[in-house]
């Protein structure tokens, strides 16, 4: 009896449920989404939906802007180098490597980013200036970076391939021509650095293979034997604190 009476309580209860979900359909609004094409009711309203869809291609080119115009390119070409000398494979990985160099990148361009800040967004969200003034404000301190770490030799050859007349100053060099001078000049400092870290990795190498070539153990991988004195090697000599400190140092920081 107890059972049955459990039964019915329980079809009741659903069919009360049932009944009464339309009607919390109906008390409950739901939400749409709708798109489409207005009327403009002034001229601001355009130019801020401009402005809008220029920040977002801007957001877009991110990680070139960050590529080509920061530090960021030196400190991960010299970071793989290390990697490769040691011998290590994949240790530290990819994500690491990328990760210090990203983190490096905004310490090393603090000074730049804080002056961006000061005289180009700050008057721009003020509206003391326009777009076009705020952008061409905020490219002053990175085409001084730039020039800081670009050879003559490098702007004076993408002079050249764009036959453009020789500037009078650094305000007359565009930048398009800068950036990939920069770039440039930033890949050969990088590959100049890494020859530098492997050259004693290298000797410990050629060290180990003639102690395993004169005892016989021709079939022993001499990277086996010479990678723990390569890492010891680097632990003693504190090689982190001086690869970064060297690195930092050199954008003159």
Do not use: C
């Not at 050259?199 to 991988?221: E, T």
């Not at 990277?223 to 001086?242: A, C, N, Q, R, T």
């Amino acid at each position: 009896m107890t059972e049955r009476r459990l039964r019915l309580t329980a079809a009741l209860i659903a069919i009360g449920l049932l009944l009464g979900l339309p009607a919390m359909a109906h008390a409950v609004p739901l939400p749409t989404l709708s798109v489409g094409v207005d009327e403009a009711k002034s001229p601001q309203q355009v130019s801020v939906l401009i402005e809008i869809l220029l920040l977002f291609t801007v957001l877009s080119m991110a990680p070139a802007i960050l590529l080509m115009m920061t530090s960021f390119t030196r400190l991960v070409v010299t970071f793989s180098f290390l990697r490769s000398a040691i011998g290590t494979q994949q240790m530290p990985p990819n994500q690491v490597l990328v990760g210090l160099a990203l983190f490096l990148t905004m310490f090393i361009m603090a000074p730049v980013f804080t002056k961006i800040n000061e005289t180009a967004v700050k008057p721009y969200m003020a509206e003391q200036i326009n777009a076009e003034q705020a952008l061409t404000t905020a490219l002053v301190p990175v085409r001084e970076f730039m020039f800081k770490q670009t050879r003559e030799k490098d702007l004076e050859l993408f002079l050249s391939l764009a036959k453009a007349p020789k500037p009078k100053n650094r305000e007359e060099v565009a930048t398009s021509v800068l950036i990939p001078a920069f770039m440039i000049s930033e890949l050969k400092t990088s590959f100049t650095i890494g020859f530098v870290l492997y050259l004693p990795f290298l000797i410990i190498d050629m060290v180990v293979s003639s102690i395993l070539l004169s005892m016989g153990m021709m079939m022993l991988p001499p990277i086996m034997v010479s990678l723990p004195f390569k890492l010891l090697l680097f632990v003693l000599v504190d090689g982190w604190y001086l690869i970064v400190g060297s690195l930092v140092k050199s954008f003159g920081v």
